[in-house]
């Protein structure tokens, strides 16, 4: 009796391990299809546009053999902001803890962004604003007026607000964000340039401490900074960390300055950065 069982059960698990292969190829093959198809370009653009603040559009995206994405000549639409990325791509995962991010990392190259105000004097693309506002504090350099005045009625309506303007891309992305080869120009309400940046690179990497506190790390290097009428920095290197909203500047320093008074070394805020992180949880603001 041993002796026929013993091939039959064989043939049993050799037929399940066939149709499982089966149906794991035919689920491999439908997301594939899946990616190419107007339903999912729609989502990744609806939720891409949520992200920036304005309307973004796909040239072409594909599935990688890790069923991972990659996004071809991805553009923002804006009558007076812009965004405009070579390539991305994208690592997800479909089966994930509850409440976790679906993006495990981005990375995103050659990558081009023009920051103006539109008619109601509010900053495009949305998310480049707080960000845009730090860099010209941190470096010392006199920031477009318009970028200034964009500043007052957030300020104005939510004195007291801590949340950090990177708390809803925690949310979204759970690993690495990687910018490489970025240019970025500052225009004002008419069109015309003032302030830019180019060779770019930005590092942004998030996580959470055994204790369920928030931390994230941002470093950017810059080859060269020139504001219209002002000074050209060159070989910029900026780093801060994220704890819990509050943002830290740790390093701050320039190959040359071009002019402009360099800024003070930002101890302060490393030991700010300390004593947050040594606050316990139960006695947080």
Known sequence: MEAVRSPSLGRTLGSWFWKLALVLALAYGALQILVR??????????????LAGLEVRIGRMRATEGLNLK???????????????????????????????????????GLALTIAPDETGSIQPAFMAPLSRS???????????????AQAPADAAAPARKT?????????????????????????????L???VSGLDVVWTPLVTPKGRRVSHLDCRAAEIKVVNGPR?????????????????????????????????????????LDAMDVPLDVRP
């Open 233 to 273: 920095i060159a070989d910029l290197r900026l780093e801060l960390v994220a704890v819990e909203g509050q943002r830290f500047l740790v390093n701050l320093q320039a190959a040359d300055w071009g002019g402009a008074e360099p800024p003070p070394a930002p101890g302060a805020e490393a030991r700010e950065l």
């Open 164 to 192: 950090s303007p990177s708390r809803a891309l925690e949310d979204w992305l759970g690993g690495p964000l990687v910018l490489q080869d970025v240019s970025v120009r500052w225009q004002d309400a008419q069109g015309r």
């Open 194 to 196: 003032q302030a830019s």
């Open 71 to 109: 996004i071809r000549d991805a553009i923002g639409i804006s009558d007076v902001a812009g965004i405009e990325a070579r390539v991305a791509r994208v690592r997800w995962r479909l089966f994930r803890p509850r409440g976790a991010p679906m993006l495990e990392s981005v990375r995103v190259d």
């Open 135 to 149: 860099v010209f504090a941190w470096t010392g350099l006199t920031a477009p007026k318009e970028l200034v005045a």
């Open 37 to 50: 198809t107007d339903y999912f370009r729609d989502q990744v653009e609806d939720e891409l546009s949520r």
